[in-house]
């Protein structure tokens, strides 16, 4: 009894960090570009591997243009490109929607007349613990001589219509949780289930069953997958 209460409570642990690990991939991050001026805003985020960056556009005319920290105002070989999103009132219908891929800083800027030099920057996952800070940057765009855009279209994301990440995220995470609930709901139910070793029957086969799930759920080679190995260890 005490070993499929063991397994059937790391079913459930299992199956909530799938759930969490699914949140965070989905979470969307929206940044207003030129909404009550030469802004970004928030200027400055901090978001995780799979996040999303949603950039909805305001009057008149924005772009977003990665560059270097050291070369504010001009867009790197391999930068990231809105392009030009216009709007006469309000929000845009389009956005520029990119997926943080990993922890590095992102430095961009508006590539729009002198918008950069007059303070449109901001940054994605500013660096701690360095000299390179968002005030610095903007002070070096303020002394730029030139605001330039990408001789490329738009690359590093791609333009949606407005709001449809975040629509997007909302749905992806209600399917997961429906699904981690009936992962959950089958784990603990009752009745006959088959055994996994041939001999576990009723409850336990339907805990056992749940687990095994879990880790394949969850991905080999994972924290979890060894603290199941370990458990599994102990009682057999």
């Known amino acids: 009894m005490r070993s499929t209460t063991v397994l059937g409570s790391v079913a459930l642990l299992l199956a909530g960090n799938v759930v969490a690990q699914n949140s965070t991939n989905s979470t969307v991050i929206r ?128 333009a949606a219509p407005n709001g449809s990440a975040v629509a997007s995220a909302s749905s992806a995470s209600s399917a997961a949780s429906a699904s981690a609930t009936a992962s959950s709901t089958s784990g603990g139910s009752g009745g006959s289930g088959g055994s996994t070793t041939g001999t576990a029957t009723g409850a336990g086969a339907s805990s056992t069953t749940a687990a095994a799930n879990a880790v394949t759920a969850a991905g080999s080679g994972g924290i979890l997958t060894g603290l199941v190995m370990g458990v599994l260890a102990m009682l057999l």
């Open 31 to 158: 940044v207003e570009v030129g909404n009550g001026g030469l802004v970004f805003n928030p200027a400055s985020v901090t978001a995780a591997p799979g996040t999303k960056i949603e950039f909805d556009f305001y009057p008149q005319n924005h772009s977003v243009v990665q560059s270097d920290f050291n070369s504010p105002c001009q867009p790197r070989v391999d930068a990231i490109y809105s392009g030009f999103i216009p709007s006469r009132a309000g929000v845009a219908n389009t956005s520029f929607v990119l997926t943080v891929n990993d922890t590095n800083p992102i430095w961009y800027y508006c590539s729009q007349a002198r918008h950069c030099q007059s303070g449109m920057v901001g940054v994605i996952n500013p660096p701690n613990g360095t000299n390179q800070t968002l005030p610095l940057y903007a002070a070096a765009a303020a002394r730029a001589s030139q605001n330039n855009s990408p001789t490329g279209g738009v690359a590093g994301g791609s």
